[in-house]
């Protein structure tokens, strides 16, 4: 729909903003503690409350290992209770405002159509209720309103039937839902690790242990990290998907496992009877397979059925509930074996303190997964996927998946698996034990890309069909990041933006004059749609569309600097240069034309001026950032000095001293251009650097209406580019042999005048020294004193 392919301007991640995670669905809220599968991790932004899980010194973490089922869960619930595992939960089906809507849509011709008629109003409505800044509010919006359908939908559904129309639509629905809660949870991600890559320092923290290992892989690498995320996702949805799952369980808690099994042999010592089937004759977990007996019919049934019951558990994420459901039929044992996956972490190794904490995890990690691999190999259909999933063991876990998003979820949980267990290896945490599983496991160089060309290798027809969903499709490109439209031609037809182009373009040249603020509206919401899922030429283009009317020149300027501040954040300088070279030179005094030519005599609004000086700061940057590229490429290309070939004749070496000449005339020219070329790019960094009137990116006024995300994004430009300014122009000074310049450098950023240090971190700091104590050498090497002054005789 129109309405559903509109997307808001990806904006900077706002300081203390809530944790980042996969929306939810307000039928069943997720259980966000739940260990979903081996190496589950929670998005969060910077927040106090995550840091507590790494030593003292160590980084806080974007990444919080969510807790698993600690050994105190193995005893948290009476074994001889008789309720059911699960209680059936209805409620929001059968509301009473929701039974008289569904039952007033059975009495439409298409009760499906009608109840996604209202989509495209909501939709529209939600956008326009959020500001620029507000995109995954929005996102989250997207999401209940499409569920808030599903879940009528489902109603009507129950009462006309699964072949019917309306289901079809229900699905197609509870797809969108689906991809807008999958762009929430990725692009969380993607936009906080564009700013924030150049801003973290690397964790300092000894590894330790394995878990410590893991924490900083997650933190670190993108692909892993989103890989899990995507691993989250699936299994929400499947958490979804299960809600009646309660009347498919038949178990009751029991005594004992197996009872059936055990009355028979009771039965038996008592019988004088020499016909009986023969049974196993010992009841330990591993009796049937060491005995190569097997158990009473009964007993046999209800196995199956349990083991296929842990599984749908287990690719739900509901780890804690496969195991609580494990000890209510007496299986104690098999909920440990679901236990084992945790890394290993002792606390006491560094926390320095007197007083014991516990441990974490499985120190025999190694061994168990060995084990899981060999169980995956041997054992029933479901019992070996369980086992699969645990090890990272691929093929049996796939022998179980029906759907296009079991497969996924079972590449994408390999995926995962295998690159933590790689990291181990490298840091030398692994077990001895993995070296026991196969080749083909610990060489797998897994990708997110190669995930979906195994998928397209599919021997299942029912997963080749739904690769060419649309919504799969689009599910499949948002993961592999590729949101530029190049790869989706098959939507070519119905969503090609120049189908929008002619009603576009009247629109613009009839408003011109009639409707002139709502033309204004119309093309800055224009511009927040194309953004964030645009290829960077769009993003550029897209300021042509704010500057259609000269009226919005000051918007426009707003426009350009919020991207420009992006384009900077990810070091995209060509692209900012583009966007500031699309802006009019006269843009500044035609701004100040139009607020004096409406008889104004007060100075700007705030966020004008404000906007203006960004502009400027913007300029001297980009200005500074050329400056060094011309330098740099200029040092680069020094001219050859000519060299004589041993036992050269008379007339070689009159030529060899000809070229001489050149190369001396050379080398002064190519010295004298040098030497220009450093004093403009010194100049035009500390116009940064010395930025007047409160230092660059800061701004002189206060708005009425104080943007937070604007004043974010630029406190954290100034933390990015000025130390990236300042180390260019150290090498700039040290490769010129300035070296008495360059430590006066360290005056300039420790001066309380200024405050540069502030926007350091420690580790720029100890950095930017150690540059400055190679000048000090180089100029006691040279016969001056440390600072560069001469020595006193």
Same mark, same amino acid.
């Given at each position: 729909?129109?309405?559903?392919?509109?997307?808001?301007?990806?904006?900077?991640?706002?300081?203390?903003?809530?944790?980042?995670?996969?929306?939810?669905?307000?039928?069943?809220?997720?259980?966000?503690?739940?260990?979903?599968?081996?190496?589950?991790?929670?998005?969060?932004?910077?927040?106090?409350?995550?840091? &507590?899980?790494?030593?003292?010194?160590?980084?806080?973490?974007?990444?919080?290992?969510?807790?698993?089922?600690?050994? #105190?869960?193995?005893?948290?619930?009476?074994?001889? $209770?008789?309720?059911?595992?699960?209680?059936?939960?209805?409620?929001?089906?059968?509301?009473?405002?929701?039974?008289?809507?569904?039952?007033?849509?059975?009495?439409?011709?298409?009760?499906?159509?009608?109840?996604?008629?209202?989509?495209?109003?909501?939709?529209?409505?939600?956008?326009?209720?959020?500001?620029?800044?507000?995109?995954?509010?929005?996102?989250?919006?997207?999401?209940?309103?499409?569920?808030?359908?599903?879940?009528?939908?489902?109603?009507?559904?129950?009462?006309?039937?699964?072949?019917?129309?309306?289901?079809?639509?229900?699905?197609?629905?509870?797809?969108?839902?689906?991809?807008?809660?999958?762009?929430?949870?990725?692009?969380?991600?993607?936009?906080?690790?564009?700013?924030?890559?150049?801003?973290?320092?690397?964790?300092?923290?000894?590894?330790?242990?394995?878990?410590?290992?893991?924490?900083?892989?997650?933190?670190?690498?993108?692909?892993?990290?989103?890989?899990?995320?995507?691993?989250?996702?699936?299994?929400?949805?499947?958490?979804?998907?299960?809600? $009646?799952?309660?009347?498919?369980?038949?178990?009751?808690?029991?005594?004992?496992?197996?009872?059936?099994?055990?009355?028979?042999?009771?039965?038996?010592?008592?019988?004088?009877?020499?016909?009986?089937?023969?049974?196993?004759?010992?009841?330990?977990?591993?009796?049937?397979?060491?005995?190569?007996?097997?158990?009473?019919?009964?007993?046999?049934?209800?196995?199956?059925?349990?083991?296929?019951?842990?599984?749908?558990?287990?690719?739900?994420?509901?780890?804690?509930?496969?195991?609580?459901?494990?000890?209510?039929?007496?299986?104690?044992?098999?909920?440990?074996?679901?236990?084992?996956?945790?890394?290993?972490?002792?606390?006491?190794?560094?926390?320095?303190?007197?007083?014991?904490?516990?441990?974490?995890?499985?120190?025999?990690?190694?061994?168990?997964?060995?084990?899981?691999?060999?169980?995956?190999?041997?054992?029933?259909?479901?019992?070996?996927?369980?086992?699969?999933?645990?090890?990272?063991?691929?093929? !049996?876990?796939?022998?179980?998946?029906?759907?296009?998003?079991?497969?996924?979820?079972?590449?994408?949980?390999?995926?995962?698996?295998?690159?933590?267990?790689?990291?181990?290896?490298?840091?030398?945490?692994?077990?001895?034990?993995?070296?026991?599983?196969?080749?083909?496991?610990?060489?797998?160089?897994?990708?997110?890309?190669?995930?979906?060309?195994?998928?397209?290798?599919?021997?299942?027809?029912?997963?080749?069909?739904?690769?060419?969903?649309?919504?799969?499709?689009?599910?499949?490109?948002?993961?592999?990041?590729?949101? %530029?439209?190049?790869?989706?031609?098959?939507?070519?037809?119905?969503?090609?933006?120049?189908?929008?182009?002619?009603?576009? &373009?009247?629109?613009?040249?009839?408003?011109?004059?009639?409707? !002139? &603020?709502?033309?204004?509206?119309?093309?800055?919401?224009?511009?927040?749609?194309?953004?964030?899922?645009?290829?960077?030429?769009?993003?550029?283009?897209?300021?042509?569309?704010?500057?259609?009317?000269?009226?919005?020149?000051?918007?426009?300027?707003?426009?350009?600097?919020?991207?420009?501040?992006?384009?900077?954040?990810?070091?995209?300088?060509?692209?900012?240069? #583009?966007?500031?070279?699309?802006?009019?030179?006269?843009?500044?005094?035609?701004?100040?034309?139009?607020?004096?030519?409406?008889?104004?005599?007060?100075?700007?609004?705030?966020?004008?001026?404000?906007?203006?000086?960004?502009?400027?700061?913007?300029?001297a940057y980009l200005e500074a950032y050329e400056a060094f590229t011309d330098w740099f490429s200029h040092s680069g290309s020094a001219p050859q000095k000519p060299a004589l070939a041993p036992g050269a004749k008379f007339t070689e070496r009159v030529a060899n001293e000809m070229k001489e000449k050149e190369y001396e005339a050379s080398m002064t020219a190519w010295s004298s251009r040098l030497d220009v070329l450093t004093e403009d790019v010194k100049e035009r960094i500390y116009n940064v650097l010395l930025f007047v009137d409160g230092g660059w990116m800061v701004d002189n006024r206060e708005g009425s209406e104080p943007d937070e995300e604007r004043s974010h994004q630029m406190a954290a430009l100034r933390s990015l580019c000025l130390p990236r300014l300042t180390f260019l122009l150290l090498?700039?000074?040290?490769?010129?042999?300035?070296?008495?310049?360059?430590?006066?450098?360290?005056?300039?950023?420790?001066?309380?005048?200024?405050?540069?240090?502030?926007?350091?971190?420690?580790?720029?700091?100890?950095?930017?020294?150690?540059?400055?104590?190679?000048?000090?050498?180089?100029?006691? %090497?040279?016969?001056?004193?440390?600072?560069?002054?001469?020595?006193?005789?």
């Amino acid at each position: 729909t129109v309405a559903a392919r509109r997307r808001k301007k990806v904006a900077f991640p706002s300081p203390g903003g809530s944790p980042i995670v996969p929306s939810l669905t307000p039928a069943r809220s997720l259980q966000r503690n739940t260990p979903a599968s081996l190496f589950r991790q929670a998005v969060t932004p910077r927040v106090s409350g995550v840091s &507590s899980i790494l030593v003292p010194g160590g980084r806080t973490p974007r990444y919080a290992s969510r807790t698993g089922l600690s050994s #105190a869960n193995l005893e948290d619930s009476d074994w001889t $209770n008789t309720s059911p595992v699960f209680e059936l939960d209805n409620s929001s089906f059968f509301r009473d405002d929701e039974a008289n809507l569904s039952s007033a849509l059975l009495k439409e011709d298409d009760p499906g159509e009608a109840a996604a008629a209202s989509l495209f109003p909501e939709f529209l409505a939600a956008f326009l209720k959020h500001s620029s800044s507000a995109v995954f509010e929005l996102l989250e919006d997207y999401q209940n309103i499409c569920q808030e359908k599903v879940e009528v939908l489902q109603a009507v559904v129950l009462r006309a039937g699964q072949n019917s129309k309306t289901a079809g639509v229900r699905w197609l629905l509870q797809q969108e839902n689906c991809t807008w809660r999958l762009v929430a949870s990725l692009y969380r991600d993607r936009v906080q690790l564009a700013l924030e890559d150049e801003m973290m320092i690397d964790m300092a923290v000894p590894s330790e242990s394995e878990k410590v290992v893991v924490e900083q892989l997650f933190q670190r690498d993108a692909v892993i990290r989103q890989g899990q995320l995507v691993v989250d996702w699936l299994e929400s949805i499947a958490k979804d998907q299960i809600g $009646n799952f309660s009347d498919n369980i038949e178990y009751y808690a029991k005594n004992v496992c197996w009872e059936n099994t055990l009355h028979a042999l009771k039965t038996r010592r008592k019988s004088t009877s020499d016909f009986y089937i023969p049974l196993v004759t010992e009841l330990d977990p591993d009796a049937p397979l060491r005995q190569q007996r097997p158990l009473a019919d009964l007993d046999r049934e209800d196995d199956a059925r349990l083991l296929k019951n842990l599984f749908t558990l287990i690719r739900a994420g509901m780890t804690d509930e496969a195991q609580r459901l494990c000890k209510r039929c007496g299986q104690a044992w098999r909920a440990a074996t679901l236990e084992g996956w945790k890394l290993y972490h002792d606390p006491n190794m560094s926390s320095g303190s007197s007083e014991l904490q516990p441990v974490e995890g499985n120190p025999n990690r190694g061994i168990w997964k060995a084990c899981c691999w060999r169980m995956a190999e041997e054992l029933n259909r479901y019992e070996r996927a369980i086992y699969a999933s645990l090890s990272g063991n691929i093929k !049996p876990l796939l022998a179980v998946c029906e759907s296009w998003e079991d497969c996924v979820w079972a590449y994408f949980r390999v995926m995962v698996d295998s690159l933590v267990e790689k990291e181990l290896v490298s840091s030398g945490m692994a077990h001895q034990e993995l070296e026991t599983l196969p080749r083909e496991y610990l060489e797998a160089n897994w990708t997110m890309e190669k995930v979906f060309e195994e998928l397209q290798a599919s021997e299942s027809k029912r997963v080749l069909d739904e690769t060419k969903e649309h919504y799969h499709v689009i599910q499949k490109f948002v993961i592999l990041g590729d949101m %530029d439209g190049k790869n989706l031609p098959r939507f070519s037809d119905s969503c090609t933006v120049a189908q929008q182009a002619p009603p576009c &373009s009247q629109f613009c040249t009839q408003s011109r004059t009639s409707q !002139p &603020s709502l033309q204004y509206k119309y093309l800055q919401r224009l511009a927040k749609i194309f953004i964030p899922t645009s290829d960077d030429q769009k993003k550029i283009d897209v300021i042509d569309w704010l500057l259609f009317d000269p009226a919005h020149r000051a918007e426009a300027l707003k426009q350009s600097n919020a991207i420009m501040r992006k384009f900077l954040a990810l070091q995209k300088h060509d692209a900012a240069k #583009a966007v500031f070279s699309k802006v009019p030179e006269d843009s500044m005094r035609e701004i100040y034309s139009q607020w004096t030519g409406v008889g104004q005599t007060a100075p700007l609004p705030a966020e004008d001026e404000n906007a203006i000086r960004e502009h400027l700061c913007i300029r001297a940057y980009l200005e500074a950032y050329e400056a060094f590229t011309d330098w740099f490429s200029h040092s680069g290309s020094a001219p050859q000095k000519p060299a004589l070939a041993p036992g050269a004749k008379f007339t070689e070496r009159v030529a060899n001293e000809m070229k001489e000449k050149e190369y001396e005339a050379s080398m002064t020219a190519w010295s004298s251009r040098l030497d220009v070329l450093t004093e403009d790019v010194k100049e035009r960094i500390y116009n940064v650097l010395l930025f007047v009137d409160g230092g660059w990116m800061v701004d002189n006024r206060e708005g009425s209406e104080p943007d937070e995300e604007r004043s974010h994004q630029m406190a954290a430009l100034r933390s990015l580019c000025l130390p990236r300014l300042t180390f260019l122009l150290l090498s700039v000074l040290q490769s010129s042999s300035r070296h008495q310049e360059a430590l006066r450098l360290a005056d300039i950023i420790s001066s309380d005048q200024h405050k540069l240090y502030q926007v350091f971190s420690k580790e720029e700091l100890r950095r930017f020294l150690q540059k400055l104590r190679e000048s000090s050498l180089a100029l006691l %090497d040279q016969g001056h004193d440390p600072l560069g002054y001469e020595l006193q005789s």
